[in-house]
């Protein structure tokens, strides 16, 4: 479903993503591995479109993004959904009102319609009678619940997570990874998660690729990643400084 090939991205003279090359396997929870400020969050926008890059394509269903115009592109970002860091949301619009923003945005459902299904986007999220609720009166756990609401409201074939336990204690970042296994084993949808969490890593992924030096340099399954003796694999796991 998503494809990256020999992908090039510098800003001025500082090369991001050198040649590189990843194929993200459909309906599985894919997590992308690598230190902070090492280009993960720019790869991600590559594939969404937000960032084009200087050379190489990024392949959505066989179609290259990359060379699309801001009303073609539109239409292939209609097969994502997309939760971020902060979670996002509108902090003028209330929990309910938040959900219903891309259903608003993007079909002409009757009102009735849209609130029957921001309602069972947030049970299914783990939240009931908060819709009348703003923002700033739920915890970091509940607005990251939230935005998952919201990014899962068009029922989108690819999901992307940009750091989504960044922020939380231990006990929430358990009960996230926990909603993305089952949000991804309810909707069948493909996950991208960009992490540098790596117990929560292996506690959600079916694939794990690791970015180092603007490229991929493993990928496989958990259990392929952690029999690795590559020392850059072996340091990052164990939490120490990559050495160059």
């Known amino acids: 479903m998503i494809k990256l090939v020999q992908v090039c991205k510098a800003f001025n003279s500082q090369v991001i993503l050198d040649k590189l090359d990843l194929?993200?396997?459909?309906?599985?929870?894919?997590?992308?591995?690598?230190?902070?400020?090492?280009?993960?969050?720019?790869?991600?926008?590559?594939?969404?479109g937000l960032i084009k890059p200087?050379?190489?394509?990024?392949?959505?269903?066989?179609?290259?993004?990359?060379?699309?115009?801001?009303?073609?592109?539109?239409?292939?970002?209609?097969?994502?959904?997309?939760?971020?860091?902060?979670?996002?949301?509108?902090?003028?619009?209330?929990?309910?009102?938040?959900?219903?923003?891309?259903?608003?945005?993007?079909?002409r459902l009757p009102a009735k319609k849209i609130k029957a299904i921001v309602d069972e986007k947030l049970r299914q999220v783990?939240?009931?009678?908060?819709?009348?609720?703003?923002?700033?009166?739920?915890?970091?756990?509940?607005?990251?619940?939230?935005?998952?609401?919201?990014?899962?409201?068009?029922?989108?074939?690819?999901?992307?997570?940009?750091?989504?336990?960044?922020?939380?204690?231990?006990?929430?970042?358990?009960?996230?990874?926990?909603?993305?296994?089952?949000?991804?084993?309810?909707?069948g949808a493909t996950f991208v998660v960009i992490s540098h969490d790596i117990e929560s890593t292996f506690r959600i992924a079916h694939n794990i690729a690791m970015l180092y030096q603007g490229k991929i340099i493993v990928h496989g399954t958990p259990a392929h990643i952690q029999s690795l003796t590559d020392p850059v694999v072996s340091q990052f796991l164990r939490g120490q400084s990559l050495t160059s």
């Open 54 to 107: 200087d050379s190489g394509q990024i392949l959505i269903d066989g179609t290259d993004i990359s060379s699309l115009g801001e009303q073609k592109l539109n239409q292939v970002r209609k097969k994502f959904g997309m939760l971020f860091q902060d979670a996002a949301l509108f902090d003028s619009m209330t929990v309910g009102q938040n959900v219903a923003f891309p259903l608003k945005e993007h079909t």
């Open 126 to 187: 783990g939240l009931t009678d908060v819709d009348h609720k703003m923002p700033s009166e739920l915890s970091g756990g509940m607005r990251k619940r939230v935005g998952l609401a919201r990014a899962i409201a068009l029922d989108p074939k690819i999901i992307l997570f940009d750091e989504p336990t960044t922020g939380l204690d231990p006990v929430m970042c358990n009960a996230i990874d926990q909603l993305i296994v089952d949000t991804q084993a309810a909707t």
């Open 23 to 48: 194929e993200i396997e459909t309906g599985k929870i894919n997590v992308i591995i690598g230190r902070s400020g090492g280009g993960k969050s720019v790869l991600l926008k590559h594939m969404i």
